[in-house]
């Protein structure tokens, strides 16, 4: 196979030898409460006091300003400023009285004094300059954080009656910042926001928990929090953000630090340092020398191709162009927009008019394939990708959620590809049925979203055509999307379709892991875990586990725990592992929150809590996870962290024993005898109504 994209591995050789770089943090922190004419709020000076105490934690440096005037505001504007580089991390949170105007949002000093919504301009700053104030420096990540959304605070002040009709309305305006950008509002666009009646807004309260919760992803954040204010509330507040952030970032790491493997490894990773610093064949070579099986072995070996490839003499080159069919080179977009016009039934003739013109076009194998089967008369048909699918994704590359979620996502998509468990499928649970029309609708919507089309590639493979999947892979592997390699190497995995190759899977999963795709580099920890294809070896599973888990990944973070439990890849740490468990828990992951729960329930390693034990595996039992379903039950049995409850626990006794525990059925048995046939009428009830709680 031709390695096309070996180029790749620089970018992990460079991301891999510095490990994890120090945040540069900075935060700006208004509370704005005691305003001369306008309403006092009580809770902003708080809210602002805990959200500095949480950002501090998380290792912002923070200005911060309590009851700030016009004068006040704008020096501390001025010191954010100067305090900004294009590698800082830089949030902003305000609380305060905010009033929408002409779709702007405005952001009040304690000294303004407003007549009309007209003044905002001169007495107010404007939510869009702040933006734009930050933007002109460029840092990495933006935050903006806005608990601002209170009732319009000229409706009740002194200026009512001249106020009450020109123009502002209610709430803050819908906000959008440049490409870096988070914005979060305490509630909806045009919607109220409470100020609390417990000391602190029930967002700022909320965010605070979540700021300084290990391992979570920005979203995961902010999805939680609206999860509990919509719950403290009634449904009355729903936080709203928007987000064009295109790169990772965590209030709170749940891996800080790259893991302390044994001195072999730190000789391993500082050898890797000097020869991708050097980054040529013999500093490569010199490292393979040194580490045969080391972490970096794989990237080395292609780094050597790559080279070699590079440094071939001219002449060879355009010896081997010259003799590749002409037609190769021909635009790929014309290529897919010929085959997008072959329709579902497609005739011989037009087979054949593609592979007159693309003989080695992208589909040319699955071409060969049904002109033999339309020149044989076969009444099988297979429908062709629908929607006009071009080569340009310049468009995906620049923004990774385009477009927003579909339901060919909800359908097809990658578990956690968007950094939502909620979105996605694994393989083998899609649904052909639903999924390849829920993605053919999309693809039609939206024809050049790589995303969308590596979702329809995996909706037909689930439905057996995997050799038309398999070229849409390719497709976005010749791309550079990090899906697509990890999508190849599922294929060559599992064999779908094809012989199983164990190394060429490997391939594909090494350069979506020079991507950062957490999913090749979970495969990857697997692989060296199981030893599939190579030589066991736990410090390099551990290794990978640790990239993905660094990235908020639920799965790795909730196996890497057990490494750090057991200290034999990295040194014991208890703590660290109940960080990465509690992470993952959070996340609704249900194998992290039954282990989560074992653990506080048997106290050996953590601390002993039944009630935090029996509350995580109850979530996890209340998500499907069947094994936790039987352990909840034991739990209710034996009055161990709940109250003893023999019904409760028959109940799901019966759940699991429905869903395969058959262990459960002797429990059944004897706790049915013993209760009664109520009991168990009751029981069989509960399980058959019963229905998974979603993570949300």
């Known amino acids: 196979m031709q390695r096309l994209f070996l180029c790749l591995a620089l970018l992990l050789s460079m991301a891999t030898a510095a490990f994890a770089a120090g945040d540069n943090r900075v935060a700006l922190v208004i509370g704005n409460g005691k305003y001369a004419d306008l309403p006092h709020l009580p809770n ?30 704008v020096r501390a504007m001025k010191s954010l400023a100067e305090a900004l580089t294009p590698e800082t991390n830089v949030v902003v949170y305000y609380a305060g009285h905010g009033i929408q105007f002409a779709d702007e949002n405005y952001l009040i000093p304690t000294d303004s004094q407003l007549t009309s919504s007209s003044d905002l301009p001169l007495e107010a700053f404007s939510l869009k300059m702040i933006t734009e104030q930050i933007e002109r420096v460029r840092p990495r990540i933006a935050v903006f954080i806005i608990d601002a959304c209170r009732n319009n605070p000229l409706e009740t002040s002194r200026s009512a009656g001249a106020a009450a009709n020109d123009g502002a309305t209610r709430g803050l305006a819908r906000a959008t910042g440049p490409l870096g950008t988070f914005i979060a509002f305490a509630t909806a666009p045009g919607k109220v926001a409470t100020d609390g009646t417990k000391g602190n807004s029930p967002f700022t309260r909320a965010l605070a928990d979540f700021i300084t919760a290990p391992g979570l992803p920005i979203e995961q954040v902010f999805k939680r929090v609206r999860e509990r204010v919509v719950e403290e509330t ?10 064009s952030l295109t790169k990772d970032f965590f209030f709170t790491e749940a891996l800080p630090d790259v893991p302390k493997f044994s001195a072999e490894a730190t000789k391993d990773a500082e050898a890797w340092q000097a020869a991708s610093d050097g980054d040529t064949t013999a500093s490569y070579q010199s490292y393979l020398a040194a580490f045969p099986q080391g972490l970096f072995a794989d990237i080395a070996e292609m780094r050597v191709e790559a080279l070699a490839e590079a440094n071939r003499p001219k002449e060879e080159k355009e010896q081997e162009v010259a003799a590749l069919p002409v037609d190769r080179s021909i635009n790929a977009a014309e290529d897919l927009l010929m085959w997008n016009g072959i329709q579902a039934n497609g005739t011989a003739d037009q087979y054949r008019g593609y592979l007159e013109k693309f003989p080695e076009g992208v589909f040319a194998k699955l071409a060969r394939l049904r002109l033999e089967d339309a020149t044989k008369g076969s009444d099988e048909t297979v429908p ?9 994704y310049e468009e995906f590359a620049q923004n990774p959620l385009y477009p927003e979620i579909t339901d060919c996502d909800r359908e097809a998509g990658h578990v956690q590809e968007i950094a939502d468990p909620a979105v996605g499928v694994y393989f083998k649970q899609i649904r052909p049925e639903t999924a390849v029309p829920a993605c053919m609708t999309a693809l039609k919507q939206f024809p050049d979203s790589l995303r969308i089309l590596m979702n329809y590639g995996r909706a037909i493979d689930a439905a057996g055509r995997h050799d038309e999947a398999r070229e849409i892979y390719r497709t976005g592997a010749s791309a550079g999307f990090p899906i697509a390699y990890r999508s190849l190497g599922d294929v060559y995995r599992d064999g779908r379709g094809i012989e199983k190759n164990l190394t060429e899977a490997r391939y594909w999963y090494v350069l979506g892991a020079a991507k950062k795709n957490v999913f090749a580099e979970f495969n990857l920890a697997l692989i060296y875990e199981n030893g599939l294809g190579v030589t066991a070896d736990p410090q390099k599973a551990a290794y990978w586990l640790w990239r993905a888990a660094k990235q908020g990944f639920a799965p790795a973070m909730e196996k890497l725990s057990a490494y750090y439990l057991d200290g034999k890849a990295v040194p014991k740490d208890v703590a660290q592992a109940e960080i990465l468990l509690t992470g993952a828990a959070e996340m609704g992951h249900i194998y992290a929150e039954l282990r989560l729960g074992d653990l506080y329930l048997d106290g050996s390693a953590l601390k002993k809590d039944p009630a935090a034990g029996a509350q995580w595996i109850s979530k996890a039992a209340r998500q499907g996870y069947n094994e936790a379903q039987f352990r909840l039950a034991t739990l209710y049995l034996d009055g161990n962290g709940l109250k003893k409850d023999a019904g409760q626990a028959l109940n799901w006794f019966t759940l699991a024993k429905a869903n395969g525990v058959e262990r459960a059925g002797e429990m059944v048995a004897t706790l049915g005898e013993k209760l009664g046939g109520k009991a168990v009428r009751n029981a069989e009830k509960f399980a058959a109504d019963f229905q998974p709680v979603a993570v949300k």
Do not use: C, H, Y
């Not at 902003?44 to 505001?73: C, N, P, T, Y």
């Not at 009634?234 to 987000?243: F, L, R, T």
């Open 44 to 73: 902003a000076q708080s809210d602002a006091k805990l959200m500095e105490k949480a950002l501090s934690a998380a290792g912002f440096k923070i200005v911060s300003v309590i009851d700030g005037d016009r004068q006040q505001m």
């Open 234 to 243: 009634g449904g009355e507040q729903v936080p709203w953000d928007n987000s």
């Open 384 to 392: 062709a990708i629908s929607g006009r699918v071009t080569a340009n």
